[in-house]
């Protein structure tokens, strides 16, 4: 049984751990713990995993967070992956930041690479790790908000719901969305 984690993000060095590529951080930090590593490989970063006698493949798309679903769909069609065996990994504004929900559908809520993603798939039926980054910022500052590193005080938070985020891809690898979701959804 194949799986495929989708870390959403932008690359290159200015992205490099804003709140907006948590998707990136939490991919990094599992494929570490499974003694997994990234390849460069087409329209995105790879990485293979095994977790209790399944390959998890890891992708951090390189097409830029607006084209997500590009990569998405290309490595579910590659690795032949069923939609209901993905999980997208991605930050989220309504959601306070000491938060993190699993959803298995849902609507973009304004994020570009979910829209990308649903477009591409023809579907907004898809599993969703949503990783709260609050929304402390003053009106008009989203952009720059969503873009912005971690303040010293959300790292403590952010690294440990990282880690937390990784064991619940664990959980949706071996005991599938709605238990995972029971667990993790408190």
Not at 21 to 27: E, Q, S, T, V
């Amino acid at each position: 049984m194949k799986y495929l984690i989708v870390g959403l993000g932008n690359i290159g060095a200015e992205y490099d751990g804003t709140r907006h590529n948590i998707g990136f951080d939490i991919a990094d930090v599992f494929v570490m713990q499974h003694g997994g590593q990234f390849r460069l490989d087409r329209l995105a970063f790879v990485a293979e995993c095994k977790w209790k006698g399944k390959t998890i493949v890891v992708i951090k798309p390189t097409t830029y967070m607006n084209l997500s679903g590009k990569a998405m769909k290309y490595w579910m069609d590659k690795e032949k992956i069923p939609v209901e065996n993905t999980l997208v990994l991605m930050d989220d504004l309504a959601l306070p930041i000491d938060t993190m929900r699993i959803r298995g559908s849902g609507s973009d809520a304004g994020h570009n690479g979910l829209k990308n993603i649903q477009l591409l798939l023809g579907t907004n039926a898809y599993p969703r790790l949503r990783f709260g980054i609050g929304n402390n910022f003053a009106k008009g500052r989203q952009v720059e908000f969503v873009l912005g590193r971690w303040t010293p005080t959300e790292m403590a938070v952010v690294k440990d719901k990282v880690l937390k985020s990784c064991d619940a891809i664990e959980s949706f690898v071996s005991m599938g969305l709605e238990r995972t979701m029971n667990l993790f959804n408190k």
